[in-house]
């Protein structure tokens, strides 16, 4: 029996799908931010979508490839923008949007199964008074399995710094991909076994996470003459322990008119920044940016804002909608010849370094910040638009940011190389022969696979 | 008629004593804790001690001391450690201690009398779900408003900052010392205007301030082979994003065996941390001491702190009181000869310096450091036990530390001198000519007057 044919027999009553449009559908992720990958990976389908519902249906589905050695490529909300959840040799995705519980809650920690999307853990969470620490700006779509598998940082990394920090993922439990899958616990530091592992460290089943109590968070935004002035309003308020907080994001005046709806509430030709504050606290953001030049041009309250993020409701979308890779995603649509880079600037001279950066590129760099606290220090991140001529010149680009100190990861390969697996100080290419000892997670995106 | 008399007179039924015990007891603070103001202020008393049991007792308070020109000197849990709360000319002594209601609290914000202790507050707001951000180590008797006036940081600081940093208080109601007196409301940066004027700018009747939401603060106290080690935990764990805390205190090894009960749980020999940390995460605690060499020597739930905290049941006492000045009443306690100083280390450098002045000053300095967050970067404060032996002495430990780059705030005066004046951007001078136009508020304590 041909081995997908075996696979369908061992999985059973999964809920399974084989058309075109389906697996188009399961196979592709928001890779189409970047024009090198959108060539590489557009044609990538795996042949196979299943939907589990629960955990042993899970398992199920682990054993049969595991048995089948049919390759398995697991899947959240798809919002990556490297292909995470692309499958690269076929076979079988693992769509895990249908565990999607609240596990269990208690003061401070929550556990969660990995297919929840963030803004559910927090609708669920609201009413007890906490929420996730911080959430991508997919906070809809996106699951918490998947961020911890493939993402990094969003709203909240202002005041709670990144999910790969000491702290900020308390245990995970993961299905191994053998013909007997066991469960497998994973429990402080040894959470970075399958963290920014893109899904190919195992099944991640569910997720415990710290939480942060909840604060009214309110919505601004506020103009500024340029650039450089709202930076330094960015770093100013990221540095005010004083002021409770969830983000912090500054666009380069060329940015807002590309922003759809949001562009209504930046005078022209403003540099601008996007603040969530707790409520009590928004009245400091006025002398704050007085100081810088700046002034609020739009509010929304914290239970509006609850409301437009929580139900729908409203114009514009919740404010989150418009920052970290958001701010792409606006530009692209309207713009297809847009791109973006991943820099992260230095804390010491980091203002100095963005005002280089700012003053180097013209038009075909426009930068936009993402205000965070990294290991004691604040610092930004710039997610920039870039106007794409050719690879070659992204990569002049790269290398010219890189010359200057600003350290760039290259969001334009689809492929785990080293240096990703670097980035995290822990075991994990032992860890991947224990939870996939038959190499069937994604073969090619870990580099020589 | 004698001005006293009148004041008696225009006070009608306001509670007033004048018996030299209870003159003595409202007159003094915690001044003695330096040997040189123990000598310049013991026999500083008041000639009327008087308990507002309202608004408009205070006021009428005021009114009759403007209209007798009697001194005033305002009056919290008398913790102070500078005299802030004792009258350096007689006149009269107001308690606000009987105003110390909660006005009103919502989500992310509380105002209060200005006499509520921090304790009773906090112990008001649990089950609300919000906490005040920070409090002395005497939570227990220190009010909101003598915190406002005369305090600084405390536990809460290593993760919000100080009381004077912007947006730590959002609003404050004052009353003017005059003849009619007029009830003023600062608010923002207004606030500075009376922040940390040792309450000579007006009478505080209310206070305003951000909540934080409460996590479930567990206690430990972990042991390390010395206070290099302890002291680079410090701030690796300050400068963790990813692991809420409350209390972050380092102990040179000399200094438990002087803290009473607690000494019990630190081995001989070893440097010591006292941390407060939310309960989820108190492993990590376990996992960042090892990396340098220490260990946890006695945990607490966050349940059973809560209880020791607000109930006064079980030993040791809740940990905090035994950090910041704590530290020093236990000691001195026990070794009378034991005094204190307030040295801020720079953060560049910072643990190198640590080192430093740990090396310099052998058994008749011995470091105890407070890690904060103070606008964006982890420093830490030190409150060293240091063996008085003279003023001159003093005089040249502190000279050799400002030399080394330790900055000290002198706490051996009790004169609240321009440099103390300069400490917040606010026009301060001015505004005590407007809260206090006849000058009758504790004169003496401004340099000048």
Redesign the interface.
């Given at each position: 029996m041909p081995p997908l044919d075996e696979f369908r027999k061992q999985i059973g009553d999964v809920p399974a799908h084989d058309d075109a449009a389906t697996l188009k559908l399961k196979s592709l992720d928001f890779y189409w931010f970047s024009p090198i990958l959108k060539r590489q990976l557009a044609d990538c389908r795996g042949d196979i979508a299943v939907r589990p519902r629960n955990r042993d249906e899970v398992l199920a589905v682990a054993a049969a490839a595991a048995r089948t050695r049919l390759p398995l490529t697991v899947r959240g909300g798809g919002t990556g923008n490297y292909g995470q959840a692309i499958p690269l040799s076929g076979g079988v995705v693992l769509d895990m949007g249908a565990l999607d519980g609240v596990v269990s809650v208690?003061?401070?920690?929550g556990t969660f199964e990995a297919g929840a999307t963030m803004l559910e853990i927090d609708k669920a969470l609201a009413p007890q008074?906490w929420e996730l620490r911080f959430h991508p700006s997919t906070r809809k779509q996106a699951t918490i399995g998947g961020f911890v598998a493939g993402g990094a940082a969003g709203a909240g990394s202002c005041?709670?710094?990144?999910i790969a920090?000491?702290?900020?993922v308390?245990a995970v439990e993961v299905a191994t991909v053998e013909e007997n899958p066991r469960v497998l616990r994973l429990?402080?530091?040894d959470v970075l076994k399958v963290l920014h592992a893109y899904g190919i460290n195992g099944i991640l089943l569910s997720v415990t996470v710290?939480l942060?109590?909840?604060?009214?968070w309110a919505e601004r935004i506020l103009a500024f003459p340029d650039l450089a002035r709202a930076a330094r309003f960015g770093?100013a308020l990221?540095?005010?322990?004083?002021?409770?907080k969830k983000l912090v994001s500054v666009f380069d005046p060329r940015i807002p008119p590309k922003l759809g709806r949001l562009s209504a509430y930046v005078p022209e030709g403003r540099a601008a920044a996007i603040v969530m504050v707790?409520?009590?606290?928004a009245?400091?953001l006025?002398?704050?940016a007085a100081r810088f030049g700046g002034e609020v041009t739009f509010a929304r309250s914290?239970e509006e804002a609850d409301r437009v993020a929580f139900e729908g409701l409203g114009s514009p979308g919740p404010l989150y909608e418009y920052t970290w890779n958001h701010t792409t995603l606006h530009a692209l649509k309207r713009e297809p010849d847009i791109t973006y880079l991943q820099v992260r600037f230095p804390p010491d001279g980091m203002l100095e370094l963005v005002d280089t950066v700012a003053a180097t590129f013209g038009d075909e760099l426009l930068l936009h910040l993402e205000f965070q606290?990294?290991?004691?220090?604040?610092v930004c991140s710039a997610l920039p638009l870039v106007r794409y001529t050719s690879d070659a010149r992204l990569d002049e680009v790269i290398a010219t940011l890189d010359a200057m100190g600003a350290a760039v990861s290259n969001p334009h390969t689809f492929v785990l190389d080293n240096a990703g697996w670097k980035r995290v100080d822990a075991p994990q290419p032992e860890f991947k022969r224990v939870a996939d000892p038959h190499g069937l997670m994604n073969p090619g995106k870990l580099a020589g696979t």
């Amino acid at each position: 029996m041909p081995p997908l044919d075996e696979f369908r027999k061992q999985i059973g009553d999964v809920p399974a799908h084989d058309d075109a449009a389906t697996l188009k559908l399961k196979s592709l992720d928001f890779y189409w931010f970047s024009p090198i990958l959108k060539r590489q990976l557009a044609d990538c389908r795996g042949d196979i979508a299943v939907r589990p519902r629960n955990r042993d249906e899970v398992l199920a589905v682990a054993a049969a490839a595991a048995r089948t050695r049919l390759p398995l490529t697991v899947r959240g909300g798809g919002t990556g923008n490297y292909g995470q959840a692309i499958p690269l040799s076929g076979g079988v995705v693992l769509d895990m949007g249908a565990l999607d519980g609240v596990v269990s809650v208690s003061p401070g920690v929550g556990t969660f199964e990995a297919g929840a999307t963030m803004l559910e853990i927090d609708k669920a969470l609201a009413p007890q008074g906490w929420e996730l620490r911080f959430h991508p700006s997919t906070r809809k779509q996106a699951t918490i399995g998947g961020f911890v598998a493939g993402g990094a940082a969003g709203a909240g990394s202002c005041t709670w710094g990144q999910i790969a920090d000491p702290g900020a993922v308390l245990a995970v439990e993961v299905a191994t991909v053998e013909e007997n899958p066991r469960v497998l616990r994973l429990e402080g530091p040894d959470v970075l076994k399958v963290l920014h592992a893109y899904g190919i460290n195992g099944i991640l089943l569910s997720v415990t996470v710290p939480l942060a109590p909840r604060h009214p968070w309110a919505e601004r935004i506020l103009a500024f003459p340029d650039l450089a002035r709202a930076a330094r309003f960015g770093q100013a308020l990221t540095e005010a322990e004083g002021i409770a907080k969830k983000l912090v994001s500054v666009f380069d005046p060329r940015i807002p008119p590309k922003l759809g709806r949001l562009s209504a509430y930046v005078p022209e030709g403003r540099a601008a920044a996007i603040v969530m504050v707790s409520e009590p606290q928004a009245g400091a953001l006025i002398d704050m940016a007085a100081r810088f030049g700046g002034e609020v041009t739009f509010a929304r309250s914290a239970e509006e804002a609850d409301r437009v993020a929580f139900e729908g409701l409203g114009s514009p979308g919740p404010l989150y909608e418009y920052t970290w890779n958001h701010t792409t995603l606006h530009a692209l649509k309207r713009e297809p010849d847009i791109t973006y880079l991943q820099v992260r600037f230095p804390p010491d001279g980091m203002l100095e370094l963005v005002d280089t950066v700012a003053a180097t590129f013209g038009d075909e760099l426009l930068l936009h910040l993402e205000f965070q606290r990294r290991f004691g220090r604040v610092v930004c991140s710039a997610l920039p638009l870039v106007r794409y001529t050719s690879d070659a010149r992204l990569d002049e680009v790269i290398a010219t940011l890189d010359a200057m100190g600003a350290a760039v990861s290259n969001p334009h390969t689809f492929v785990l190389d080293n240096a990703g697996w670097k980035r995290v100080d822990a075991p994990q290419p032992e860890f991947k022969r224990v939870a996939d000892p038959h190499g069937l997670m994604n073969p090619g995106k870990l580099a020589g696979t």
